[in-house]
């Protein structure tokens, strides 16, 4: 792991923190107090920026690049919780925990520059700025409901109607029929629990039936209500969730699951 001298002045990096919700009501004051002695890491592919259950002193802001989080699973393969990108931050709600270790392992998947801040300067910001406080507060929260919606998206018994269900989700953040998968269909069908050539002969099934096109990672929704119809799954309503920008979904299923909240919320109605 090279440590490489700051490419972007104090006054850039505050303004592109700043992007992040949680940290967007901290003020420029507080915000150099967090990135005075921030240090810019290069990480080669493959590269572990920490291992699990490692003491977490560090928390990460991600420049440019690509970070997979995951923990070991029982067969030796790599249990893919998240893949974050350009301005995704890393291990923040873990600094917190008392004590303090990291919850999963990162490695970089490609180049990638991400710079490393000091977890009592993100504890400091914490106890003195009520504003930052509630951000946080906010960003946490939304962590939890997403992992319960996950939780009820992972527990869908029906391997196709957990596909379905995230492609349905994909198009909501998208706001287009037409999908970029925001990970490799070997990644998702991890994350979904579904073995990779159930997914494909999944998505092969809805090619030939005209449901969907597109190849790769690039997928195009032909038949939205057929789609959910096969899998015996309502339609989703585009009124009710507001997409955000695609670049902000990632791979995570943390970042998921709006239309499983969505679905069910209409059974309960």
């Known amino acids: 792991m090279e440590h490489i001298s700051l490419p972007m002045p104090k006054s850039e990096l505050i303004q592109a923190f700043t992007a992040a919700p949680v940290f967007a009501g901290a003020g420029a004051e507080s915000l150099e107090v967090l990135i005075a002695d921030a240090t810019l890491l290069r990480l080669s592919p493959k590269q572990h920026l920490f291992h699990m259950g490692e003491e977490a002193a560090y928390f990460f802001w991600v420049k440019s690049g690509s970070i997979t989080l995951y923990r070991p699973s029982y067969s030796g393969d790599e249990k893919i919780f998240r ?15 008392s004590p303090c270790h990291y919850p999963l392992s990162a490695h970089a998947n490609t180049e990638s520059l991400v710079y490393r801040l000091a977890r009592e300067r993100l504890l400091f910001l914490a106890k003195h700025s009520n504003e930052f406080s509630f951000a946080l507060l906010e960003s946490m929260a939304t962590r939890i409901s997403q992992a319960i919606n996950r939780i ?10 957990r596909l379905v269900a995230y492609l349905m989700d994909v198009y909501l953040q998208q706001g287009s029929a037409w999908l970029v998968l925001p990970a490799s269909q070997n ?3 991890r994350q979904l629990n579904i073995a990779p050539e159930t997914l494909s002969r999944q998505l092969g099934g ?3 039936t005209g449901l969907i096109g597109g190849r790769n990672r690039e997928l195009v929704l032909l038949d939205i209500n057929g789609l959910c119809q096969a899998v015996d799954l309502p339609a989703p309503d585009m009124t009710v969730d507001h997409p955000r920008p695609s670049a902000h979904l990632g791979s995570s299923l943390f970042d998921c699951c709006n239309y499983v909240r ?5 059974l309960s109605s």
Do not use: P, Y
């Not at 893949?83 to 925990?97: C, K, N, Q, R, S």
């Open 262 to 266: 969505q679905s069910i919320g209409r």
């Open 83 to 97: 893949i974050v990108g350009d301005g995704d931050l890393l291990a923040e709600t873990a600094m917190f925990a």
């Open 187 to 189: 990644v998702l069908a």
């Open 206 to 208: 809805f090619k030939r």
């Open 152 to 161: 009820d998206l992972l527990t869908i018994s029906n391997s196709a109607q």
